[in-house]
């Protein structure tokens, strides 16, 4: 596609010819403006039939997220600490903070 080309792929044909015992593989694209469960029915028809063909689809749409359990966001964690502990880059359960560990102040990077 070209960069002024719409991203969306469009249906350009409308009848396909299966072969008897065949099939035909369809792509159902879904994009959400909003997060909510959505419903649509698509219909299809056999031609010299009067029998339409129902296929149900149901959709949910949700804004992405991060994870909120510290032990999948941070690979170091403990559950607890000691007053008397130095803790090098872990998160702790217990306090739910991050340590960084002692950090230098006052001084450049340089030094």
Not at 35 to 63: A, D, I, M, W
Request: charged share 25%; glycine share 6%.
């Amino acid at each position: 596609m070209s960069e002024g080309s719409s991203l969306i792929a469009r249906l350009k044909q409308y009848r396909w010819v299966v072969p008897a015992h065949g099939e035909v593989k369809v792509k159902v694209g879904f994009s959400a403006k909003k997060p909510g469960n959505f419903e649509q029915t698509l219909r299809f028809e056999l031609v010299q039939s009067k029998r339409q063909y129902e296929l149900p689809c149901h959709c949910t749409g949700l804004y992405p997220s991060i994870s909120q359990d510290p032990r999948l966001v941070f690979p170091q964690w403990r559950e607890t600490m000691e007053a008397d502990d130095i803790i090098f880059k872990e998160y702790v359960e217990s306090t739910k903070q991050f340590h960084f560990g002692p950090l230098l102040c006052g001084k450049s990077r340089e030094w």
